[in-house]
């Protein structure tokens, strides 16, 4: 029988983070996330979402006392579906189908509980830029912030009843392949505008670059609810956090008029530099990241956020952003890998900007769903 603990206390949560890098000990691509990215979305004073969500973290373990799995179930208002709608994530668990059905039928009733009607999952008790989503396919080194899951994940949740409320695909390319034509004609287009600038940002400039961000974020995502605006105060603590890793030279805005209308986020993947440190980040890790930092060429940058105002949407300023961006870090830079973080199947016109910069689909998570009660039809992300 198994038994269920909550986690906390020191000792708890210290299992939770040991336990999938005990579980994946063996999987050669497994790179254990940072244990503080962990543990700062489950501190109140550093996840806005507990202002008005709930969040437990619990442990699962055997009649021998061994953990077997381990989850995170919240309630979180502004994740604003049909159906009242609660989540799980930091999900991890043995290969064993009892054992999942136990924590999925305990986080059932935990949400049930609290008057939810379907749960979520894996997904993040905040926003869906980390931990969100089940890999399903291309099961490489994990991105920066980004899930890792054994195969058998898949069946775990799929033979309990979850269903696929939508796909989550990245595409990826070589940084010296050639640029599509469709961007270039809207580059070709775009540029004979006086109007129109191109400016990467810089890091003595981090306030003004992070209401940039918000203004266009806001915009570009408002049909999208779900807690999707942000503050620009928020940006900019993330910026200030971000600093010591952020290349200037690869993310891009675009003025008309000194007005911020598209922005093109890009980081190294930190990854490639984490994989050193097995989860800690302490003042002798710190130490061996600057080394690895300085030693080690970062060869992979990773795509953060696309966003293109409204107004400007389907006028070819993406392309124009793309390739001035393009030339530019070609020349200043020493990358050869670009990789996405995920485009929802339900963003035609972001997938559709994915494949026109000719890159292939890398990796599929996946966001599930489960309706409490069966009889209820399923229904999809709508399409934006």
Same mark, same amino acid.
């Given at each position: 029988?198994? %038994?269920?603990?909550?986690?906390?206390?020191?000792?708890?949560?210290?299992?939770?983070?040991?336990?999938?890098?005990?579980?994946?000990?063996?999987?050669?691509?497994?790179?254990?996330?940072?244990?503080?990215? #962990?543990?700062?979305?489950?501190?109140?004073?550093?996840?806005?979402?507990?202002?008005?969500?709930?969040?437990?973290?619990?442990?699962?373990?055997?009649?021998?006392?061994?953990?077997?799995?381990?989850?995170?179930?919240?309630?979180?208002?502004?994740?604003?579906?049909?159906?009242?709608? /609660?989540? #799980?994530?930091?999900?991890?668990?043995?290969?064993?189908?009892?054992?999942?059905?136990?924590?999925?039928?305990?986080?059932?009733?935990?949400?049930?509980?609290?008057?939810?009607?379907?749960?979520?999952?894996?997904?993040?008790?905040?926003?869906?830029?980390?931990?969100?989503?089940?890999?399903?396919?291309?099961?490489?080194?994990?991105?920066?912030?980004?899930?890792?899951?054994?195969?058998?994940?898949?069946?775990?949740?799929?033979?309990?009843?979850?269903?696929?409320?939508?796909?989550?695909?990245?595409?990826?390319?070589?940084?010296?392949?050639?640029?599509?034509?469709?961007?270039?004609? /809207? =580059?070709?287009?775009?540029?004979?505008?006086?109007?129109?600038?191109?400016?990467?940002?810089?890091?003595?400039?981090?306030?003004? $670059?992070?209401?940039?961000?918000?203004?266009?974020?806001?915009?570009?995502?408002?049909? =999208?609810?779900?807690?999707?605006?942000?503050?620009?105060?928020?940006?900019?603590?993330?910026?200030?956090?971000?600093?010591?890793?952020?290349?200037?030279?690869?993310?891009?805005?675009?003025?008309?008029?000194?007005?911020?209308?598209?922005?093109?986020?890009?980081?190294?993947?930190?990854?490639?530099?984490?994989?050193?440190?097995?989860?800690?980040?302490?003042?002798?890790?710190?130490?061996?990241?600057?080394?690895?930092?300085?030693? #080690?060429?970062?060869? %992979?940058?990773?795509?953060?956020? $696309? /966003?293109?105002?409204?107004?400007?949407?389907?006028?070819?300023?993406?392309?124009?952003?793309?390739?001035?961006?393009?030339?530019?870090?070609?020349?200043?830079?020493?990358?050869?890998?670009?990789?996405?973080?995920?485009?929802?199947?339900?963003?035609?016109?972001?997938? %559709?900007?994915?494949?026109?910069?000719?890159?292939?689909?890398?990796?599929?998570?996946?966001?599930?769903?489960?309706?409490?009660?069966?009889?209820?039809?399923?229904?999809?992300?709508?399409?934006?």
């Amino acid at each position: 029988m198994l %038994k269920s603990i909550l986690v906390n206390s020191p000792e708890t949560q210290k299992e939770f983070l040991e336990f999938p890098a005990r579980l994946f000990r063996n999987e050669k691509n497994y790179i254990r996330p940072l244990d503080k990215d #962990i543990e700062e979305i489950f501190n109140p004073n550093k996840n806005k979402f507990f202002r008005n969500g709930t969040c437990e973290r619990f442990l699962f373990k055997n009649a021998e006392n061994q953990t077997v799995g381990k989850v995170a179930v919240f309630v979180n208002p502004k994740y604003e579906q049909k159906l009242k709608t /609660g989540g #799980i994530g930091f999900f991890d668990c043995i290969d064993d189908q009892e054992t999942a059905n136990f924590i999925f039928d305990f986080c059932k009733n935990w949400l049930q509980e609290r008057g939810m009607e379907a749960m979520d999952g894996p997904i993040n008790f905040g926003e869906r830029d980390k931990f969100w989503g089940l890999l399903i396919e291309g099961f490489h080194e994990p991105l920066y912030g980004m899930n890792f899951h054994a195969p058998y994940y898949q069946k775990l949740f799929e033979n309990y009843g979850f269903q696929i409320y939508f796909n989550q695909l990245c595409y990826g390319r070589k940084v010296y392949d050639e640029v599509s034509q469709v961007f270039m004609n /809207g =580059h070709r287009m775009n540029a004979k505008n006086p109007n129109l600038k191109a400016v990467h940002w810089k890091k003595n400039q981090l306030e003004k $670059f992070a209401h940039d961000f918000a203004e266009i974020y806001n915009k570009a995502w408002a049909n =999208h609810g779900e807690g999707k605006q942000i503050e620009a105060k928020k940006v900019l603590k993330m910026f200030q956090t971000m600093e010591p890793i952020l290349d200037e030279h690869i993310s891009w805005f675009i003025y008309e008029n000194e007005k911020p209308i598209a922005m093109w986020i890009n980081i190294p993947d930190l990854n490639q530099w984490f994989k050193y440190l097995n989860g800690k980040f302490g003042w002798i890790e710190k130490l061996k990241f600057l080394m690895a930092k300085f030693f #080690i060429k970062n060869k %992979k940058m990773v795509g953060l956020v $696309f /966003g293109i105002v409204p107004e400007w949407q389907r006028k070819g300023i993406d392309g124009f952003m793309i390739w001035e961006g393009t030339k530019h870090f070609r020349k200043t830079r020493n990358y050869t890998d670009y990789e996405m973080q995920w485009i929802g199947d339900f963003n035609p016109r972001m997938i %559709k900007i994915a494949e026109n910069l000719e890159t292939k689909v890398t990796r599929k998570l996946a966001t599930y769903r489960y309706i409490f009660d069966r009889n209820l039809p399923f229904e999809r992300h709508k399409m934006l």
